[in-house]
């Protein structure tokens, strides 16, 4: 079992990479201020889905041979990237809404689906797990695979916190935001933008 010290290092470190601007922060901001607090929290438990994939994949060698294959990682980038042009398009052709009929248009497993597509097809995140977990591990402390698996756990719980925290806030604006259809389609434009941006940036990065 890992030492106490070394777990609140790595929680630590774990809280400020979730803090960090990214994709998937973004994703639960504007999906909270697009569909509320349980759109949020929803597509976070689908990001912490793919967390767990990767971490698997880290703990029993999956990724190590995955970082071999040129093809396979060419494969999960394309993926990731076309996925991130597809959230755009979405966000770009939605039409505003009121924000009670808003409330009860939630697909939560659709929410959950986009979510954990967004984070398992991104090859960073696979490619930063396996430089980064194996850091905070100790072969005298017992079996790698497990150790791993615990810090995912651990990455996983602090992204909740922090996720859910971004959730809870964003919502908070929500009804302020979407009160003028001008306002709302200004906010679907802007994160359309964004995610065509972030899909240019994973497309042209080199693993």
């Known amino acids: 079992m890992l030492p106490l010290d070394t777990l609140l290092i790595f929680f630590g470190a774990s809280l400020s990479l979730a803090l960090s601007p990214g994709p998937d922060n973004l994703f639960v901001l504007t999906q909270s201020v697009a569909s509320g607090r349980r759109a949020g929290l929803i597509v976070t438990l689908g990001l912490c889905t ?4 990767h971490t698997v994949a880290v703990a029993f060698g999956a990724a190590a041979m995955l970082e071999r294959s040129a093809y396979g ?33 939630i697909r939560l497993d659709l929410l959950y689906r986009r979510g954990f597509l967004m984070n398992v097809t991104n090859p960073k995140v696979l490619i930063f797990f396996l430089a ?14 497990f150790q791993i698996v615990i810090l995912g756990g651990v990455f996983a719980l602090a992204t ?9 806030f964003a ?8 009160c003028s259809d001008a306002v709302q389609t200004m906010l679907n434009r802007i994160a359309a933008l964004v ?10 990065v080199e693993l």
């Open 50 to 53: 793919g967390l767990v994939c």
């Open 73 to 105: 990682l060419m494969v999960l980038q394309w993926l990731g990237a076309l996925y991130l042009v597809y959230l755009a398009w979405r966000f770009f052709t939605a039409a505003p809404v009121s924000v009670s009929v808003a409330a009860t248009q």
């Open 132 to 145: 980064f977990l194996p850091q905070f591990t100790d072969p005298r402390e017992g079996g790698v695979a």
């Open 160 to 168: 909740v916190l922090v996720f859910g925290a971004i959730a809870w």
């Open 171 to 178: 919502s908070a604006l929500r009804s302020g935001l979407l």
């Open 195 to 204: 995610f065509m941006v972030l899909a240019m940036r994973l497309m042209l």
